[in-house]
């Protein structure tokens, strides 16, 4: 072992024994950006980055289990990212099924898609419903894998579910204004029923959230990371924690 390692293994134990598991989020999201910049600075494709992404997420869910997090929504491809060239696109989707497949066939996790399936490839459509349905009854983390996934369009999805919900009661137009809350809408996001996020982690040193949980993270802590989603360590998780567990969250009041 070097001596790098070595330290970086007792420092990361040092982090871990001072957290305080009581204060740690329940509902972890992880903006996993930077695959393809990791690649380019390590001399290697675009392609090879997104693995060793997808790669990362099991570690990363494991870190999760011994920190007591309950759900983690991991955002793997955007509405804006299906407008990318076929010939990277293909490549990606065939790792976000393959990625998908194993966290079923894990046996811990407990797996939900949000996003918008029409907008998916018919494959990759099958392997989210399969994975959902293979893994419905498993007492684990909840883990939200967000492919074909956007805020705003995970609102608008919300409004028009609600619309149709309330044509088919009959309900008029003037009679659902009268009656209309946030807890109406809250209802028919993709992640319904679920804590909204407590911390929003993004990786790569980008500062922005780009759509992600747009309705869910309104009272959400961020923590931007400088490093790309491919090298994120148990260290980078762990200050995360203990960053989120320093602050004092206001809700607005």
Known sequence: MKLRDLVYRLYARRVEGRLDHDAAPKHIGVILDGNRRWAKASGGTT???????????????????????EVVTLWMLSTDNLDRPEVELRPLLNIIENTVRGLAADGRWRVHHVGNLDILPAGTQRVLKEAEQATHDIDGILVNVAVGYGGRQEIADAVRSLLLEHAQ????FEELAEILDIDHIAEHLYTRGQPDPDLVIRTSGEQRLSGF????????????????????????FLRALRDYAARHRRYGT
Do not use: N
């Open 47 to 69: 392609e090879q980055g997104h693995q060793a992404g997808a790669d990362k997420i099991s570690e990363m869910l494991g870190w999760c289990t011994e920190t007591d997090v």
């Open 169 to 172: 009661k009959g309900t008029s």
């Open 213 to 236: 949980m747009l309705w869910q993270s309104a009272h959400s802590e961020y923590y931007f990371c400088e490093v790309f989603w491919p090298a994120f360590r148990k260290v980078d």
